[in-house]
């Protein structure tokens, strides 16, 4: 069974870092693209970018480049999503997803991140 | 980029037939898939490359592609189908190359 789990919600402060992740299993890891997506408090889904484990080729949506770094450990099958330095603005769920194709088959069931003073 | 427009909500009665649009520019000539994220859960893809069901989706869940409008549509509705719908797609041409429409809202009366 394909399953993608992620790490759990966290709450921090402006200005901190964060890295998040999302482990998978049940299926070659390594061949397919792991997505993240963003979602806003009641708002739709947001494409922030991709990463291949096989090689750690990643490709970054314009509005997130610069913003966050998307990295892998394919040796435990685990992608990351990380900040540097968190604003308010980051406050969203984050969800990650295997790409297959040019669609998103599974997805992990979310990480809440909540960046408040 | 490539933009994906939906309408911002959809009202049907139990048993009825919904239809839920997104347009886009020559969207007929691309590959859509349709994702339903109920309430406090994760999305989960109804409907890829235009109309293709994933195993374990209801039959009541069917897509269409033509000319500038996807459409997903869903009969026999449920209270349970209740959610919101984003259509999605994959652009070589436009950056982010994956591009997801603003989402629709269905509310089963």
């Known amino acids: 069974e394909v399953q993608l789990v992620q790490s759990g919600a966290e709450m921090k402060k402006p200005g901190e870092s964060l890295k998040i992740s999302c482990k998978g299993s049940g299926y070659n890891y390594p061949i397919y693209w792991i997505g993240w997506v963003r979602q806003m408090p009641g708002k739709g889904l947001e494409w922030m970018g991709i990463i291949y484990p096989g090689d750690s080729d990643t490709r970054y949506s314009p509005s997130f480049q610069g913003q966050v770094t998307i990295s892998v450990d394919k040796s435990i099958s685990t992608a990351y999503l990380q900040w540097s330095s968190l604003k308010a603005s980051d406050t969203a769920m984050y969800y990650c997803?295997?790409?297959?194709?040019?669609?998103?088959?599974?997805w992990g069931q979310g990480t809440l991140v909540t960046v408040s003073s | 980029s490539y933009v994906l427009t939906q309408p911002p909500s959809v009202s049907v009665a139990p048993g009825q037939t919904a239809s839920i649009t997104c347009g886009g520019n020559?969207?007929?000539?691309?590959?859509v898939h349709w994702y339903q994220q109920k309430p406090g859960q994760a999305p989960v893809l109804v409907v890829s490359?235009?109309?293709d069901r994933p195993s374990g989706i209801p039959e009541r869940f069917s897509g269409s592609n033509s000319g500038n409008t996807a459409t997903l549509t869903i009969s026999r509705v449920e209270a349970g189908d209740e959610a919101d719908f984003y259509c999605q797609l994959w652009d070589s041409n436009s950056d982010p190359r994956w591009v997801f429409g603003g989402g629709t809202k269905l509310t089963v009366l």
């Open positions: 020559n969207i007929g000539r691309k590959s």
């Open positions: 490359d235009n109309s």
């Open positions: 997803a295997r790409n297959r194709d040019s669609y998103l088959d599974y």
